[in-house]
């Protein structure tokens, strides 16, 4: 049972333009989350993280974006770059500690000259 | 960059042989991770580590052992390999086991069992 979901496998956008990426979780006692992003041939980077006290979390082009009552999060990137292109997981995790961190399937972006 | 090695970068081997994957740390951090990535499942936990001798069983831990008898060496084992462990691994490492805390991961090891 997957308890975070990232329904989208690929997302195109030309550069520019907003990128928004989605996820969904079922768990209700996930309290942080967090983003990846993962480039060919090299191990996943954080990017940014919100914890559940807030709705809005934003760094310079990112901003994550976190509704509890619908157990939804989405990552915007404005402008997109070449460069954001890449795969993204969002992660999240409860009280219990980053051995229960729970990943999505990821979302493979590609921004578009 | 967070100081984490993983060895080798790539194998390939045959069902049934051992294989063990290395991950080196210089970071000095106490926790220690491995997770694999196949395509629809994202990254997966398959044991972790939270000092020296000490460990515990991920969500995907079936057919894998590890071992950590230093601080900066991780060890994954695969005792009789299979094809359905054709993967990527990843090693990751974090200062503490909070909830809130970020893991710094690998360069992989493309692993293929044919």
């Known amino acids: 049972d997957q308890q975070v979901k990232q329904n989208s496998p690929s997302l195109s956008v030309q550069e520019g333009r907003i990128s928004i990426l989605n996820c969904d979780y079922t768990?209700?006692?996930?309290?942080?989350f967090l983003w990846y992003k993962k480039y060919p041939a090299e191990g996943p980077t954080f990017l940014i993280s919100?914890?559940?006290?807030?709705d809005k979390n934003e760094d310079g082009r990112f901003t994550v974006f976190l509704n509890k009552s619908a157990k939804h999060l989405s990552l915007h990137i404005v402008p997109s770059q070449p460069g954001d292109s890449a795969v993204y997981f969002c992660?999240?995790?409860?009280?219990?500690?980053?051995?229960?961190?729970?990943f999505g399937q990821g979302t493979r972006l590609t921004i578009n000259p | 960059d967070a100081g984490i090695t993983q060895s080798p970068r790539h194998k390939v081997t045959e069902t049934g042989t051992p294989v063990t994957l290395r991950c080196h740390q210089t970071?000095?951090?106490?926790?220690m991770y491995w997770y694999r990535q196949d395509p629809g499942h994202g990254l997966r936990l398959i044991h972790y580590s939270y000092g020296v001798k000490d460990t515990d069983k991920g969500e995907v831990s079936d057919g894998y052992s590890v071992s950590r008898s230093k601080t900066e060496d991780f060890l994954l084992t695969l005792e009789s390999a299979t094809s359905s462990q054709t993967s990527v691994y990843f090693c990751?490492?974090?200062?503490?086991?909070?909830?809130?805390?970020?893991?710094?991961f690998g360069s992989g090891t493309q692993l293929s069992v044919l």
């Open positions: 970071e000095n951090h106490r926790y």
């Open positions: 768990n209700s006692m996930f309290d942080y």
């Open positions: 919100i914890s559940s006290i807030k």
């Open positions: 992660a999240a995790s409860a009280q219990e500690g980053a051995q229960k961190l729970v």
């Open positions: 990751a490492i974090s200062g503490s086991g909070g909830s809130n805390e970020k893991l710094f």
